[in-house]
């Protein structure tokens, strides 16, 4: 570079505006520096073309002149420079000349090598001549004998743009690139999230809105300019200008407001959006927000920064509401009840119930409610079924989350307001699914719209949002057309005696039918929807006294107080039933229009539950029904372990009676045939009935096909003793089973159709369909009549293998013989052979034969002694170290009781 006599300044390049004319910032010490535009001395380049205004008309480019531009944009944009600049006599700019390079010895002369590359026209009668004059001339006589840039002799046309500045349909043109990035220029920076572009290669002009984000704005001067700015306006500005102003980017068209375009501009160094966040230039905003590429958790971080560290924007920042921390802050339980369709209630612990609101959401409510205003309702109002999909949305957490364990994490604590208490607003997650956002992606509730600077809300707030449009676009639930929205005409004949009487004929010819716990008003009284018959009733626990907790006095007088065990038996009905689906059998109505009948859950009778809990004692007219020897049997047992409401029983002393009828002294057998599939070490067996064979496949293959499109989610399912559920054995299949014990993460189940037990872990538990609990088991226990089991471990591991080796795989006739102890004792015989099975292994000298009183049973104890005495002489089994008595059985502790 030649020495020249001019002043030297030092600048960075913020903007090419032509070919020969540049600006050039100060370089900055803190904040927006001072700028000048500088025009290149003794040159001219072709002028670039020009959008049409209200006083001007539209220009198109002159040959070479974007490539003029283009070329000094890529050679000097943000590139620190040495400048000359003066004002001649009677000039409105200044004039100058730009060194690339921080060396005035080596820097390059910019307007030399746009000379050299035929990009700009020197000026002949330049008023400034000498020899940096000359040189130029010579340059340029260079470049055209070369035909280079502007100097070629033919194509000039190619090199003029077509530009559309305007778009017709901007929301087919996004539609157009499907979200794929499209190459661009910047060229305007008009506030700090709010940029104009060229999109390359076909020159569209757009205005494009950083999508997710809104930088401080400036406001119009009278003439429609930008004129005083919001706080940090200026600084957001220059913070865009000095990394995007004329640099190379793709941007993502997303979507479009008032014609201008919504989209993410990606630059090799990162997202600016981002960046503007973290340095608290910019705010998130939710209505751009679920138009984000890669979505949204890397702005709301940002901006979460910003605000932690109180930058710029955010200096006075402060949280709004309170703050919720530690253990308070995420816990896990168990849905007990859908108290609405945006509140739940869960368990923690034995004796911790939480009521939490799902946060963010707000449910199905009728056009003429306002939001945080209890409504006024007409006499007889039920929101459940009167308020269009409010059913929907309640069915649809009862069937996803009763009963299940779930997740929750508190977003925020909203305070009393309008009569309204204070609500802990939460996100609800079960196997990884967001409850909330389920339910917006169903239709079934609506996301609250907070103002700009309002953080008290859902810490998945983006995902509600974006899953609504979605709901929206399909018109799912409530967004779906007028007319659309389901109704539902329910009977209440719950305390209506004329209306319960007419439905009474109904629900007793239906026989058992299922139905869904609304509410538990004590252990044994239950208000029930029957879907079949579309109404709510009151039903009554058939055959048990159970005591009643505290309720309101008659009359509204006061209180009557719990009667003893009451509220246990209150609960005990609530955690086994409360929105349960169940199964009833009305059998009568009483004189108040209460049904009076029997109920399944799991396919177990919660009658004989409550009273094998201790909660409740058989009443006399269970005596008339098919289950009394089930309540009978659970009331001994509740009575021999003092199980509560019988701590202080004393069983009364009475001379055993013997269980068989004695007027029957003739054995007549009915043989079916069956299977046996287990055998316990106490020689109790279990057998399937051949003629249900069929049946049994064809459940196991429904259940199979079930779990195969319906997977259970893992840990969704906490299994409890008592419960009917579904179990995966070794073989990979699922199976009906009942839960025995829980330990740990153990569960130890009993696989109810095949009669065998196996200890698992607790997520290959999961929940039984709706349907699969009405099957009776196909699995029957027995004992093996008129015999029983020598008391050395040996020979009773000798026995089970030896009757396991003569039952397996063969269909056997059983008969039975007697029952003891509730349990059914049979004999067992070769259905080709007629062999009896136990006679065999007495004549082994593997089991001892019973000594039994009945009459009928003599002639079979006779041909099972018989085989006794052929085993003692063989000395077979047991016998094998002579004949055992019963006095040197006792001597030698061999005792031969069962």
């Not at 339980?333 to 911790?352: Q, R």
């Not at 939490?356 to 009728?366: E, G, K, N, Q, T």
């Not at 030896?802 to 013989?817: C, I, K, Y």
């Amino acid at each position: 570079m030649s020495t020249t006599p001019q002043t030297l300044h030092r600048g960075i390049v913020k903007q090419v505006l032509s070919g020969d004319s540049v600006i050039i910032r100060d370089q900055p010490k803190g904040g927006p520096p001072p700028e000048r535009t500088i025009n290149l001395s003794n040159v001219v380049a072709p002028k670039l073309a020009r959008r049409a205004t209200a006083s001007l008309e539209e220009t198109k480019d002159e040959p070479f002149a974007w490539e003029a531009r283009e070329f000094l944009r890529k050679k000097i944009i943000g590139e620190e420079v040495l400048f000359t600049a003066e004002r001649p006599p009677s000039a409105t700019r200044d004039y100058g000349c730009i060194y690339l390079g921080k060396d005035v010895n080596t820097a390059e002369n910019i307007t030399e090598t746009l000379v050299s590359e035929g990009l700009v026209t020197v000026r002949r009668e330049s008023i400034r001549q000498g020899s940096e004059h000359t040189r130029l001339i010579e340059l340029e006589d260079a470049a055209k004998a070369a035909g280079k840039g502007k100097w070629a002799s033919t194509g000039s046309q190619e090199h003029v743009r077509e530009i559309k500045w305007n778009i017709e349909n901007p929301r087919n043109f996004v539609d157009k690139f499907e979200g794929k990035p499209v190459k661009a220029v910047i060229e305007h920076v008009r506030d700090g999230s709010t940029v104009r572009a060229f999109l390359l290669p076909d020159f569209y002009h757009i205005t494009l809105m950083i999508s997710g984000i809104r930088c401080p704005g400036f406001k119009l001067n009278a003439e429609g300019k930008p004129d005083k700015g919001e706080p940090f306006a200026d600084e957001a500005k220059f913070f865009v200008e000095t990394r995007l102003l004329q640099r190379d980017v793709e941007i993502i068209l997303e979507s479009v407001n008032n014609n201008n375009f919504v989209g993410s501009i990606i630059h090799p160094k990162g997202n600016i959006a981002e960046a503007l966040l973290k340095e608290g230039f910019a705010k998130c905003v939710d209505w751009s927000m679920t138009f984000v590429t890669g979505g949204p958790e890397k702005l709301r971080a940002a901006e979460k920064l910003a605000k932690e560290k109180k930058l710029r924007i955010w200096k006075d920042w402060a949280p709004s509401g309170p703050q919720v921390s530690g253990k308070e802050k995420e816990f896990q339980g168990v849905v007990t009840e859908v108290v609405n369709a945006d509140a739940l209630m869960v368990k923690v612990n034995d004796s911790l119930v939480k009521k939490v609101f799902l946060a963010s959401i707000r449910p199905p409510r009728l056009p003429d409610d306002k939001p945080g205003e209890p409504a006024q309702r007409p006499k007889g109002f039920r929101p459940l079924y009167d308020i269009p999909w409010m059913y929907e949305a309640r069915e649809f957490l009862r069937k996803k989350l009763i009963g299940k364990r779930v997740n929750v994490v508190v977003d925020y604590i909203q305070p009393p307001a309008n009569n309204f208490p204070e609500k802990t607003c939460c996100t609800v997650t079960i196997g990884g699914v967001n409850v909330a956002e389920a339910m917006v992606s169903k239709g079934y509730a609506t996301v609250i719209r907070y103002r700009q600077d309002d953080d008290q809300r859902s810490s998945h707030y983006d995902e509600l949002v974006a899953a609504e449009v979605k709901a929206a676009k399909s018109g799912n639930g409530l967004h779906s057309k007028k007319g659309n929205a389901p109704t539902h005409r329910v009977a209440d004949v719950s305390g209506d005696l004329t209306k319960a009487k007419q439905f009474l004929p109904f629900l007793q010819r239906v026989g058992r039918t299922e139905a869904v716990v609304e509410f538990v008003a004590s252990g044994s009284r239950l208000r029930l929807y029957v879907p079949k018959e579309t109404c709510l009733i009151t039903f009554l626990l058939a055959g048990i006294n159970c005591p009643r907790g505290a309720r309101p006095a008659v009359g509204g007088t006061g209180t009557v107080e719990s009667e003893p065990f009451g509220e246990e038996a209150l609960q005990f009905t609530k955690d086994k039933c409360l929105q349960r689906e169940v199964e009833i059998q009305v059998e009568a109505m009483d004189k108040a229009g209460n049904y009076i009948g029997w109920l399944w859950i799991g396919g177990q009778n919660l009658s004989v539950m409550l009273v094998e809990e201790g909660l409740a004692s058989v009443h006399f007219t269970a005596e008339r029904s098919n289950h009394y020897s089930a309540l009978k049997r659970a009331e001994d047992n509740a009575k021999r372990k003092k199980e509560k409401i019988w701590a202080n029983f004393e069983e009364e002393k009475e001379e055993e009676k013997p269980e068989e009828d004695e007027k029957v002294t003739e054995r007549t057998p009915e043989y079916q045939d069956v299977l046996v599939i287990e055998a316990t070490p106490e020689l109790r067996f279990y057998a399937q009935f051949v003629e249900q064979g069929p049946k049994l496949e064809q459940l196991m293959e429904k259940l199979r096909q079930e779990f195969t499109a319906n997977p259970p989610l893992t840990g969704a399912y906490t299994p409890k003793k008592g419960d009917l559920c579904a179990s995966k054995f070794i073989d990979g299949e699922w199976y009906r089973a009942r839960v025995e014990k829980v330990q740990g993460g153990k569960v130890s189940v009993y696989y109810i159709d095949y009669g065998n037990r196996e200890v698992v872990e607790s997520s290959k538990c999961g929940t039984l369909p709706a349907g699969f609990a009405t099957e009776k088991p196909y699995a029957h226990e027995y004992g093996l009549a008129c015999v029983q089991l020598h008391n050395d471990p040996e020979y009773k591991q000798d026995a089970i293998r030896g009757f396991m080796s003569d039952v397996n795989n063969r269909t056997l006739q059983l008969n039975v013989e007697y029952r003891a102890g509730g349990v059914p004792y049979a004999s067992l015989r070769d259905s080709e052979t007629k062999e009896d099975i136990a006679q065999n292994l007495i004549k082994d000298g593997l089991l001892l034969v019973e000594n039994r009183r009945e009459k009928r049973l003599q002639k079979l104890i006779e041909e099972y002694k018989a085989a006794q005495e052929t085993a003692k002489k063989n000395h077979a089994g047991i016998w094998e170290y002579g004949d055992i008595t019963e006095d040197d059985a006792k001597e030698f502790g061999l005792g031969l009781g069962r």
